[in-house]
Nanobody, 125 residues
Framework: QVQLVESGGGSVQAGGSARLTCVGSGYINRRYSRGWFRQTPGKEREGVAAIDSGRTPSYAEAVKGRFTISRDNTKKTVYLQMNSLKPEDTAMYYC????????????????????WGQGTQVTVS
């Protein structure tokens, strides 16, 4: 069983930064692709960033140049560094994991991920 726990959300001023952390436990290893998704009320969950086992990142157009995804396989942890935050970045952020090796824009597809965290709220004002 795989468990994912997010942390690092909160309230941030526009233009500020925040760092989200997703700690994995259980049977999750360096071969898993990992991703960050976000959702606002009334909207579908959307892919924000993903990173494959080779540490190749993929980003949604809306966050390119502002967000950075990284991973520490020794800690089974993935990070999302968010800079130059905008009010439209306000959402519940979820981390996800899959045993699939996914590259490119496909890595931002929600349906390809098996394991999900409970989410952490980020509010930008």
């Amino acid at each position: 069983q795989v468990q994912l726990v997010e942390s690092g959300g909160g309230s941030v001023q526009a233009g500020g930064s925040a760092r989200l952390t997703c700690v994995g436990s259980g049977y999750i290893n360096r071969r898993y692709s990992r991703g960050w998704f976000r959702q606002t009320p009334g909207k579908e969950r959307e892919g924000v960033a993903a990173i494959d086992s080779g540490r190749t990142p993929s980003y949604a157009e809306a966050v390119k140049g502002r967000f950075t995804i990284s991973r520490d396989n020794t800690k089974k942890t993935v990070y999302l560094q968010m800079n130059s935050l905008k009010p439209e970045d306000t959402a519940m952020y979820y981390c996800a994991a899959t045993r699939l090796s996914i590259l490119g824009t496909s890595s931002l597809k929600e349906s390809l991920y098996t394991y999900w965290g409970q989410g952490t709220q980020v509010t930008v004002s």
